[in-house]
């Protein structure tokens, strides 16, 4: 299949810079992690209340609290060049309600050296679980916390784009999404709800920072985040016509549920089939019937059990189970879906590619992904040219390497890392 190039020659000296910056990053994070282990702060939970009003518009800051950045470690300077501050901003749900969402917003230390006033950032985190204890910006000060009141482990591996971001001088905003951390339940994979958390996060750091609303705007993600940055790319036009979007760095998205649930099943992350069920029959009540009607016991119990966990908890409850155990039928999730046209329908709502981005988009898929198929990221590219996006698509040919335990998921995660974050600075530096 073509691939669609850009041009390597302007992207060099942003490469090398990306390199060093996330070779520091490294080093860094890795020190701080295994160093830090920490409860919850007491007063957290204060922050992600919303208050009884949440403002219409969406991208209105509700309130801001300034906090630290990942620890620092001695005799290192500017670790982290960039002051941060959680953000409680105003969303919409997909039934166009108002809804508070919270999220980091970044200011860099250093200077923007491309065109125009500084550009934003929005990065979109990947799967890091369901319970409000695993919202990223509860990990900012700490890249790892445990909170040995449930007991969960929580993880934010958004720091490598943050940090590369952040070193070239480029404002950086990490969303919380809908329902991480504030009341509710995590809408995970929605592709509306996703997509205006992005959309709307971006906004937010604009207003929070008092910064140019003309400044251009990029959206980055992999995973779960890669499939929020890729329905922001193309919910932007018709959601926030305003925003200056330049580029988007989308790493093997989501973007057609049913196959992907398929290919989840049964893998060390199956929970993630659960945070779904959690989220759709949250906001779609034929749905929820059906899953009650279809689940055994077991499997409600297993339901609730995961919509309170990290993706580290998820794993050590629920690896390598297959959906065939939580029905009565003994049938898996994919085959009932195929049962229920109302249930094709909720996935076919949910599926990406149907708009066109209005901005450049690099586009990853792994060859041999054992969670993300590769398949359904080449349907979503196809999708966009079709429409006349501009669309540069990366192909991961890792070998297969222990399938089913999702290294050949995380290892093109690392492979892309600098081309997306490189194709991203490149237009922005436009």
Known sequence: MGILRGDTASRKGSRIRGARAAAVLMAGA??????????PEASAADFYMPPANIADTPGAVLKTQSI???????????????NAKKVMYTSRD???????????????????????PRPTVVVGSGTIGQGDQCAPSKQMSFPMSIDVTKPSIAFNYTAPEMYIFLLNGVRVFVTDYIGLGTPGIHTYVNRAETGHAMLDGARAAINASGASKDSPVGFVGYSQGGGAAASAAELAQTYAPELKVKATYAGAPPADLRKVLAAVDGTTISAAIGYTINGMTDRYPALRELVNQEASPSGLAKLKQISTQCIGDSILSTAFQRTSGWTKSGKTLSQLVDMYPEAIAVLEENRIGKLKPNAPVYLQGGLHDDVIPYGQVRDLYRNWTAQGAKVTFHTDSTPPILTKVIVNHVVPMLATLLPGTDFVLDHLRK
Do not use: C, F
């Open 94 to 116: 997909i039934h166009d309600k108002p809804v508070a969402v919270t999220g980091t917003v970044v200011e860099p230390t250093a200077p923007w050296t491309g065109k125009g």
């Open 68 to 82: 630290p950045l990942v620890m620092q470690i001695p005799g290192i300077k500017n670790q982290w060049p960039g």
């Open 30 to 39: 890795m020190t701080a992690t295994m160093a830090s282990v920490a409860a």
